[in-house]
């Protein structure tokens, strides 16, 4: 019997953002416990600890000359990128066993192979033969997040803000503003990637910002918080499965689809867009900090098993 490879090919940084890097590990995690061989070829820089053990390679995998030499006609591939080319997609199709593809906004025309669109609403039109996977039941959450019991932890935060690994619209600082303006002694607890000096010359007794942390611990940050602001993309089904009271702030495009899910279905009260004038800003999160609800919880919390387990079928 020839020996399974799954091989996961994505990209991710300061400069790309973490969400690929979340979801991509998160099947990592799925596919090695099961006792197959498996490696995540990331491009991206400073990204070494954020994929802590997990064996991996930091190359720039989108070019056929180090796809010709890397890759076996026996590996199984993943790919979740905005970045590689068609050409590197049709590479990948015809040189190896099978294909999986991750897809937010139908792409490209993407070749034979399995294409999953891992979100909530599920309502993207694919014109392919392609077998598509999407909707919530293949959503992906890291292992850390997949209990069935959620723990219970005192809420001694009062605001979490987490926007990602990156802070691409600088909301931080405006967000710090508009929360001391509203009580200057919130616990404000603040986790993102690499900390710049201006970030971190913001920190005071009430405000203390964490960088690169694990995912557990941003799982218990998220338990131990009365109140979490967030990005609308990966953190939305992490916050969903925790039954935690957030409020999602759209970052970029391709979050429109959870913005329209999460207000249609009535999860969350309002959605931001990130552009809004900080007077709207000042005026959610005022009406929402202070209110008492429970999340319905939506997740059953096996989307990575599900995906993986049709990956693996002898078809």
Not at 151 to 178: Q, S, Y
Not at 238 to 263: C, H, S, T, V, Y
Request: aromatic letters at 10%.
């Amino acid at each position: 019997m020839v020996k399974k490879r799954i091989v996961i090919f994505t990209e991710g940084g300061q400069d790309i953002g973490f969400g690929h890097l979340t979801r991509c590990s998160a099947l990592y995690d799925e596919i090695d416990k099961r006792g197959i061989e498996v490696i995540l070829v990331v491009f991206g820089k400073e990204i070494e600890n954020l994929l802590g053990k997990r064996k991996k390679r930091i190359v720039d995998w989108k070019d056929l000359e180090f796809l010709k030499n890397f890759l076996n006609k026996t590996d199984y591939v993943i790919i979740d990128s905005y970045l590689a080319t068609l050409e590197v997609y049709n590479f990948c199709s015809e040189n190896t066993t099978k294909c999986l593809y991750i897809d937010d906004t139908n792409r490209i025309n993407y070749p034979k192979g399995i294409i999953l669109n891992p979100s909530l609403s599920g309502n993207v039109k694919y014109n392919t033969e392609n077998k598509i996977l999407q909707g919530k039941d293949y959503i992906i959450l890291r292992k850390e997040f997949t209990g069935e019991k959620i723990p219970h932890f005192e809420k001694e935060i009062d605001v979490l803000i987490t926007l990602g690994g990156t802070d691409i619209r600088n909301l931080v600082p405006k967000l710090l503003d508009i929360l001391k303006s509203i009580n200057a002694k919130l616990k404000i607890a603040v986790v993102m990637g690499k900390i710049s000096e201006d970030i971190k010359k913001l920190e005071t007794d009430y405000i203390k910002i964490f960088s690169n942390i694990e995912a557990l611990e941003m799982r218990n940050f998220i338990l131990k918080s009365k109140f979490i602001i967030c990005g609308c993309g990966q953190s939305i089904y992490e916050m969903l499965a925790l039954k935690a009271n957030f409020l999602p702030i759209l970052i970029i495009d391709n979050q429109e689809k959870n913005k329209e899910f999460l207000l249609k279905n009535k999860f969350v009260e309002d959605v931001l867009d990130y552009n809004e004038e900080k007077e709207k800003f000042c005026d959610v999160i005022l009406k929402q900090l202070f209110l008492e609800r429970n999340n319905k919880i939506i997740l059953d919390v096996k989307g990575s098993k599900r995906i993986i387990d049709f990956f693996l079928e002898e078809k």
